[in-house]
C-alpha cells in the first residue's frame, strides 16, 4: 500500500533547507568581492511548497507541468526529490519512485516511511530488476520495527506476507493494522477492510 505520498511533506524534517538559503547569499557576496559571476540566488531555486500545494489542491496538471520546468538535480533539496518520488508512486512509474526513494534513503538510512514505499514498490513492480519479495520482506519488518505505531506500515508488512502465501501471517496482521487504525481515529478502514479480505476473511456485515 501506498503509504507516506503527500502528507510526509508537512512533516518539517529537512530544517537546514534555511541553511542553503543563508548559504546562497554568502556565495554571492563573497562572489563579487573575487570579481567572479555571482551563483544564482536561493531566490531562483523552486518554490517547493507551492507546488506541492498544487498535488495537494488536485492541480496534478499544473502540479506535472511545475515539476518538468524544474529538473532533477542531483544536488536539490531533499523535499523536492520526495515530492518527485511521491508523485512518481502516485502515477505508477515505479521504476522512478523506487530510484529516487532508494537515494533519500541512503541519506535518512533510518526513516520508516521511506523503507515502508521501497518495500511496496518491490511488491507491486512488475520490473525484475525491482521486484524481489524476499527484500520487500526485510525491509518492511525493518519499517515495522522503526515505527511500530503506525498502521500504514503493518498494512503493508500484511501485503508482503500474503504475496509470499503466508495467508495466516498475512492475516493477523492485517487484523492488527484495521484495529490500530480504528484505534487511532481513522474513519477510512476500506485499504484496510480490503487487505483482510483478500486474506480470506469474512468482514461483518460485506457482502460476498
Known amino acids: 500500500m501506498k503509504r507516506e505520498i503527500i502528507r510526509l511533506f508537512r512533516k518539517g524534517r529537512w530544517p537546514f533547507i534555511c ?12 562572489g563579487e568581492l573575487r570579481g567572479e559571476e555571482p551563483r544564482p540566488s536561493a531566490s531562483s531555486s523552486p518554490d517547493i511548497g507551492a507546488i506541492r500545494r498544487l498535488f495537494e489542491e488536485g492541480q496534478w496538471r499544473q502540479g506535472l507541468a511545475a515539476l518538468r520546468q524544474n529538473p532533477e538535480t542531483p544536488n536539490e533539496a531533499p523535499e523536492m526529490t520526495m515530492l518527485r518520488a511521491a508523485v512518481a508512486l502516485e502515477t505508477a512509474d515505479y521504476s522512478m519512485a523506487f530510484r529516487l526513494y532508494r537515494r533519500l534513503l541512503e541519506r535518512f538510512p533510518d526513516d520508516a516511511g521511506l523503507k515502508n514505499n521501497i518495500a511496496w514498490i518491490r511488491l507491486h513492480s512488475t520490473d525484475p530488476s525491482i521486484r524481489d519479495l524476499d527484500r520487500a520482506l526485510e525491509e518492511a519488518r525493518e519499517a515495522v520495527f522503526a515505527r511500530p505505531s503506525d498502521p500504514n506500515i503493518w498494512n503493508t508488512l500484511a501485503e508482503v506476507y500474503l504475496a509470499r502465501g503466508d495467508r495466516e501471517k498475512a492475516r493477523r496482521r492485517a487484523v492488527l493494522a484495521r484495529d490500530m487504525a480504528r484505534a487511532a481515529g481513522i474513519e477510512d478502514l476500506r485499504i484496510f477492510n480490503e487487505t483482510i ?12
Open 197 to 208: 479480505r483478500r486474506c480470506g476473511e469474512v468482514l461483518p456485515g460485506s457482502g460476498p
Open 19 to 30: 541553511l542553503l538559503t543563508i548559504g546562497a547569499v554568502v556565495l554571492l557576496i563573497f
